[in-house]
């Protein structure tokens, strides 16, 4: 499993919460810390972007990459 902790704020009206897009999905409200299990094998990427509390969400989100691989054989 994969767990991602992050944070943020907004000047303006305030921060009203994450939404999070997962391997190219639709964004969706999401907690943090944000864990994710049962991933394939392979990259994957998490786009992270803080919606204020008037409904604008951030331009650019942040993203995170990284690679599911397989365990080395065991020793037979």
Do not use: Y
């Not at 994969?2 to 009203?16: A, C, E, H, N």
């Not at 919460?17 to 964004?27: A, L, T, V, W, Y």
């Not at 990427?45 to 054989?73: H, M, Y």
């Amino acid at each position: 499993s994969m767990t991602f902790t992050f944070s943020g704020s907004d000047i303006g009206v305030g921060l009203d919460r994450f939404e999070c897009s997962i391997d190219g999905s639709s964004f969706s409200a999401c907690d943090t810390p944000q864990q994710f299990t049962s991933l394939s094998l392979g990259a994957h990427t998490l786009e992270v972007r803080a919606v204020d509390k008037v409904g604008n969400a951030a331009d650019t989100p942040t993203v995170f990459l990284w690679t599911i691989v397989s365990p080395p054989p065991q020793p037979q």
